[in-house]
């Protein structure tokens, strides 16, 4: 029998279980046979997705739903068997609200994070005033750039709507999702679509108008298939993805509490009393003295090791590290001092969320919506609130509410520097002033992420162009993670099964030569 290819997998959040996940599936399906290891720090699987009961409510500590605009996660739900524990958003309140003034003004229909798509829903809304609107329908005339150089976001949304736009409308939108300063945030790694429309029409709002109507047209002419909203979730949670991965790859092992400090190369020698592994380190190499590697590339038994903080070493074919880039650098520092540089300068912001339980008798605000974003203007001390058991059902017993605050990123540091006492005093009162809470939660719950959120800040795709173009360096070794080409869930799921499919075809490759090698050695 041929001897299975082995690869380790540094980190159990969802893109080192994709990528595990999809390795398996192109080994049974194509026939070579792999050893898979996912080693993960943790005591539990699924990173930062933390789905958990408690009294009844369905609670979630990271991502609460994932969007269907990118189908990576929903296809792989249906590979796993699950896609019929997928669940859409409440039809009924599917809006959210702007903190202003005081007030939760509902976001208008059509808004797309920074332009309306609805002219009327546009000039009929309250959450911009007359001289915002006239601005931001100047944007039809502005001339596109004419330089191809990334830009931060804020500096587009200014550009092309105005500077109200930026502070009210576009800042919470996106700090929303990316936790981060938009004036450092990079336009091309975080919001091509619109660079893309500007490129192409000359105008966002034109581009977005356009490709409504077409999109109208295309639908009333199609309307088969199941409809889902834009966010979706799994009846029992996101952690539903990860169980589901879990139980559909026996072939894989999943080692926890195993915290991976180091990777290197080493040169594996086969001799007539049997296998040998040389690690470089052992060898004599330090970081200074790594071989060049065009010896290393040369060594057709040239292979990988893992060491953990207990001492433990694996050996790998490949190894594929799904971790953060700051916790990526330090692992690969001695045999790649400069990646493990540039893994290093991308910056990390820490976010919390606080789950809270309520009766629903104790809220007074009619809460018909998926909950609210908050302005970094407006000097509040929160940066977003979900109506979680609005948006989705079966997060909250009958007659209860389950809210869930986002607090931290870049302009919240001190409120996640906050103890667990102090932040959810700052929570709740918060809470009272948007939404009139005077009563205690049942509960509360929650969860700190620190160091998760990376900022993608400008020429964020250069750095990773320049990643990747140093990682052929380093035959057998991938990197895959939120850091590099997108932080949301379907993102890391479709980059982490792109990282599956390179490890496959280098070890397919690997074997291929290693069988010809052997019929060299035969035939002499
Ligand atoms: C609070 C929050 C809310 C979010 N909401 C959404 C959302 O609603 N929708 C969405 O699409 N995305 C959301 N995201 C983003 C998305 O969830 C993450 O980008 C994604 O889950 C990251 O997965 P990952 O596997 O790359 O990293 P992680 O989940 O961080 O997993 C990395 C794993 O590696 C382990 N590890 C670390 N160091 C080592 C080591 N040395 N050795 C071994 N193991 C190690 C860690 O313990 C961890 O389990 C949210 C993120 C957060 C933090």
Redesign the pocket.
Known sequence: MKEKKKIVI?????????TAYRLSELSRAQGIPVEITV????S??????ESKRQDGFLL????????SEKPA?QELAKRLGIANEIIGTNDKFRRSFIYKKGNLIPVPEGFYLIAPSQIRAFLQTHLLDWRTKFRMGCEVFIPKRSTNEDESVANFVRRRFGKATLEEVAQPMIGG?YTADPEYLSLEATMPQFLELERTYGSVIKGLLLRRNAKRKNSTQSASGPRYSL?LSFKEG?KELVDSVVKNSPDVRFKLN????CVTRMSRSTNPFGFFSFPLKACGYDKKTIPPTSLLNSSRNQCWQVD??NGATLEADAVCI???AC?AA??VISVAPHLAKQLAAIPYES???VNLAYKRSDIPHKLDGFGFVVPAITKRKIVACSFSSVKFDGRAPGGMVLLRV?VGGAFHREIYALDDNEMTRTVTDELRHYLGIEKLPLFTSI?R?PR???QYQVGHLDMIRSIQAQLSDFPGLYL????YRG??????IKW?ESAAEAMYTFLKEKRKSADLNSVKGSSK
């Open positions: 540094v980190g159990g959040g969802i893109s080192g279980m994709a080693v993960e720090a943790g539990r699987l699924g990173g930062v997705i979630e500590g990271g991502p609460d739903s994932f969007i996660a999702i966010f996101m195993a915290t991976a400090v953990f903080e799904a971790l953060s916790q330090p692992l976010v919390a969320t986002f969860s992420y998760t959120m990376p895959t993670g939120n850091a932080i949301g869930v379907p993102d890391c982490a």
